[in-house]
């Protein structure tokens, strides 16, 4: 179907997606709706008000608005008769010609005006009242504006659809086609993956052994393995292994060594000491070692004060510290760099709040004042949340403070336009990774006083990187590890569990000892029984005191499966508004957990809501975030899902009343010790291990250490030792 016709009004218009009314002059559907105005929608790029548009589609329904005409692809037709040719040129297309200067070039070329400008512009002297700029705006306005529709027109036709050539195009302009013709795989970034890619260029007779491909192929098994294994280099061994996977094709070597020459020659890849890195993951690595350890050879800051200050606060607070917890407060003042490490209970959040309150007193800041000079960073919102609560400061993710741009995946908070700020604390810094660390370094000034608090026996960052175990493990830098728990009494059981199993001991005569830590025995077959009784004995509770784990998703037993018995429990069906969103159906009131960052709409990956709303006829829903509604449509509706059961691996970084965690041997390889240790930590009050005890044993003696491989720990030393031999 097509519609041929003139752009009249937007009605709305981001990220190249357009809505707007076009006045149909000509179409193969009905004759009916020549000189009509409908609605049409699509991506679009360098479309102006009166363009003459060809649009290909198809009339869909909208729920709220009606007949829409959904544009697949488009081409913008140049004007042939008068009144189009002059309203045309008088646009805002061609700044500085208007509706007069028009008119006289319509009357001396006439209809073939568009023409002669692009390929006889010299003709235009013939025009009294034409400058010699009006001239050249004209002709290269003219040309870049037929190049581009040109351009699209060639990207839809080589099997990108018009979205994705309105994004090529706006991104590269002109030099799309020489990028496309040359190397397809070079346009591959965030918004265009390698499958995606490598599907057209297949498609458009690239050889399965091209060396495009191979050399494409190569970095895209870098980042596959680095985001889902989290090491930050390979071996020769391992690229060409993997290689094999990637390309369904056994390789020459000649090729292979060829293909890795030319990426180490690009500065796609850097090569040392028998490691191949990706660049940007081995200056990653380089900057975080180079920034600590300049940080940590700066000189001692001897406040005068700090010793008589600090035991006004400990009287203020009516707190007695230890000296584990003294040392790692004055430390904070002392030096440039330090990290705090400890389990559950051990004070970790008193002493970032006692930092705080320290700071406003030694230097005599006010809140505000303070505010400007301290940021409290996490990885996740609901640990940022968790921290703002418990320390009565300002906390934001990572993300949000680099103020991500989810769209181009940059960070608006760079090495280029850096905060000043004079003391950054990252909580719950084992799940921060690499590149993230990196990034926020370099939205740092150098000299800001960094102090990192994690419990590194906790899993590992879902990144790149083990980050805070590899900076612990150099020795080299003001570690203080807290050891004195003081959570003892309200939860005794469930911190003493946690301390065996970080020890690797399984005492079961601590299960239903109390009321803090129960243990409920049941296997395979009637977990769903038991799961059913225990979750409706908590049914009442809010969604926000209790958390409910599980270690896999499929299975009868698995976290995909035990989250429709829970939402039946907790969330029944009465009078709900309810909607189907792939394979899952969701109701007002159900708990759900976000999966992806949205900075935009302050929401980030395991961020647990409830949906506030449905409204089937424009199909949106709204999820209530504590208190931060945020709208989803069809375009976002895969950013979320059931949340009554989540994965151990989203639970961390947030704290509940009441977990209840599910250990089954079915579970099998998912059953290792930092797994274990991580859920257990999650609970506050009252945890509930649901299984075999077969299955809690197997955890606990299985201290599966994933070592990913990173050489951060490497460079941080090898740094020491050249500075010694200097």
């Known amino acids: 179907m097509y519609l041929k ?59 709220k608005y009606g007949d829409q005409f959904q544009a697949l692809s488009y081409e913008v037709v140049l004007p042939e008769e008068k009144d189009g040719i002059v309203t045309f040129l008088s646009s805002e297309i061609f700044p500085g010609i208007g509706e007069s200067k028009a008119k006289k070039i319509y009357e001396i070329l006439g209809n073939d005006t568009i023409n002669i400008i692009m390929k006889e512009p010299e003709r235009l002297k013939e025009i009294k009242g034409l400058s010699k700029k009006n001239i050249q705006t004209l002709h290269d306005k003219l040309t870049e504006y037929q190049d581009s529709i040109e351009l699209i027109v060639k990207l839809n036709d080589y099997g990108f659809t018009n979205r994705e050539s309105t994004l090529l195009y706006n991104k590269y302009k002109r030099k799309i086609n020489d990028i496309i013709e040359e190397n397809v795989y070079n346009v591959i970034d965030d918004t265009f993956n390698y499958k995606r890619i490598d599907l057209l260029a297949l498609k458009h007779q690239y050889d399965r052994l091209d060396k495009r491909r191979v050399k494409a192929s190569i970095i895209y098994l870098f980042n596959e393995v680095i985001n889902s294994i989290g090491d930050s280099y390979l071996t020769y061994n391992e690229v060409a292994s993997y290689l094999k996977r990637v390309l369904l094709s056994s390789i020459e070597k000649e090729l292979f060594d060829e293909c890795l020459k030319e990426l180490l020659e690009e500065s796609k890849l850097v090569y040392e ?30 406040e005068k004060n700090l010793d008589k200050m600090f ?30 490490t400890g389990g559950p209970g051990t004070g970790k959040t008193t002493i970032i709040k006692s930092i705080v309150n320290l700071y406003e007193k030694l230097y005599k800041k006010n809140y505000k004042e303070a505010m400007d000079e301290i940021t409290l960073l996490a990885p996740t919102g609901r640990a940022a949340k968790r921290m703002m609560e418990s320390v009565h400061f300002p906390a934001q993710t990572i993300h949000r403070f680099l103020k991500w741009d989810k769209e181009k995946n940059t960070f608006g908070v760079n090495e280029y336009d850096k905060v000043k700020t004079k003391m950054v604390i990252i909580d719950e810094a084992s799940m921060v990774d690499t590149y993230l660390l990196d990034s926020l370094l370099k939205g740092l ?13 906790q899993l590992p960052s879902v990144g790149p990187g083990q980050l805070l175990k590899d900076l612990i493990e150099t020795k080299c830098f003001n570690v203080i590890e807290l050891n004195t728990l003081y959570r003892q009494k309200e939860n005794s059981n469930i911190i003493t569990f946690a301390y065996d199993i970080q020890n690797g001991e399984y005492n079961d005569e601590l299960f239903n000892k109390d009321d803090d830590l129960t243990f409920i025995e049941c296997d395979s077959y009637n977990l769903i029984d038991k799961f059913t009784e225990l979750c409706n004995s908590y049914k009442d509770i809010s969604y926000s005191d209790i958390a409910i784990l599980a270690p896999m998703y499929k299975t009868i037993n698995g976290i995909d499966n035990l989250n429709l018995i ?60 504590d208190g931060n509604m945020v709208t989803y449509n069809k375009n976002n509706f895969l950013n979320f899902k059931l949340g009554y059961v989540t994965s151990i691996h989203k639970s961390q970084g947030s704290e509940y009343k009441i977990v ?25 009050k009252n945890l509930f291990l649901l299984g075999e005890d077969i299955a809690i044993k197997k955890s606990i003696d299985n201290n599966f250490v994933n070592d990913r491989k990173t050489t951060l720990k490497d460079m941080v030393l090898k740094m020491y030792e050249e500075v010694s031999i200097n």
Do not use: W
């Open 445 to 457: 000034y150098y000299d800001t006083k960094i102090i990192l608090v994690g419990d590194y026996h």
């Open 273 to 302: 000491e028998e490691k191949f890195y990706l660049t940007k993951m081995y200056y990653a690595e380089k900057n975080i070692a180079k920034r600590f350890v300049y940080l940590n050879n700066q000189k001692m800051v001897k």
């Open 311 to 340: 035991e006004e606060i400990q009287n203020y607070q009516s707190i007695t510290y230890n000296e584990e917890q003294k040392e790692a407060i004055k430390s904070a003042f002392k030096g440039h760099f330090m990290i705090i």
């Open 5 to 63: 016709g003139i752009y009249k009004k937007t009605i709305y218009n981001r990220d190249n997606y357009t809505v707007g009314l076009i006045k149909v002059k000509e179409n193969d559907i009905d004759a009916g709706l020549n000189e009509k105005t409908i609605t049409f929608t699509g991506y679009f790029s360098n479309i102006n008000l009166e363009d003459h548009l060809l649009l290909n589609g198809e009339f869909t329904r909208h729920n």
């Open 566 to 625: 829970a939402r039946e429990i907790f969330n029944p069906k009465i009078n709900q508004n309810e909607i189907s969103i792939g394979d899952t159906l969701y109701r007002e009131n159900d708990k759900v957990i976000e999966l992806v960052n949205m900075p935009d709409d302050n929401v980030y990956n395991g961020d647990v809501g409830i949906i506030q709303s449905i409204d089937n006829e424009n199909k949106q829903v709204i999820i209530d975030y």
């Open 660 to 684: 209840i965690m599910i250990m089954l041997k079915e579970y099998g390889r998912m059953l290792y010790r930092k797994l274990l240790y991580t859920g257990v930590t999650r609970a506050k």
